[in-house]
């Protein structure tokens, strides 16, 4: 998966969390999932059809999820499992929301279908041409999974002219 697909969820994400949980974001560890998605917590899908297809899941264990939505809710603990559900959807629409102004930057066009919850134990697998990469991003009020699986689905300019030259 090409680095000019990730860097926007990474800085979007990296905006979002700092603003809405008022402390810095880093990236913990990266990996490559060959196998199903296995969902830690609460978890919200957000599914991309155009340019670039795939999706985006954003997963948080219950812990954070709460203390994420106390947060975001102005400093009050949550007090339905309900609005814990709809925070983590809401951090991932503003997550993608920003990420997919960048790529719209660059050229672009796409849909972005709305976040839904995803709550299977395991989620979609990755394929040959669609690779997913699994971001940890460490804050204060604990870690948050996303799992990106995109890929092109039309040829880059670059790639068009460098494959008529051959």
Avoid: W
Avoid at 17 to 36: F, H, K, R, T
Avoid at 97 to 105: I, Y
């Amino acid at each position: 998966m090409k680095m000019e697909l990730i860097q926007p969820f990474i800085n979007a994400a990296d905006a979002v969390l700092a603003q809405g949980l008022q402390s810095p974001m880093s990236i913990g560890n990266l990996s490559m999932e060959q196998e199903a998605y296995r969902r830690k917590g609460v978890a919200a899908l957000v599914a991309i059809t155009g340019d670039i297809e795939g999706r985006i899941v954003f997963d948080l264990d219950p812990e954070t999820a709460v203390r994420v939505a106390g947060h975001f809710a102005g400093g009050e603990l949550p007090e339905s499992d309900e609005l814990v559900r709809e925070t983590v959807c809401e951090l991932a629409n503003q997550v993608t929301g920003n990420a997919v102004t960048a790529l719209n930057d660059q050229g672009f066009h796409f849909r972005v279908h709305p976040p839904v919850l995803h709550t299977s134990d395991h989620g979609p697998t990755s394929s040959e041409d669609t690779e997913a990469l699994v971001i940890c991003c460490e804050t204060a009020s604990g870690s948050l999974f996303m799992n990106i699986a995109l890929r092109y689905n039309v040829e880059l300019p670059g790639e068009r002219a460098a494959a008529a030259g051959e």
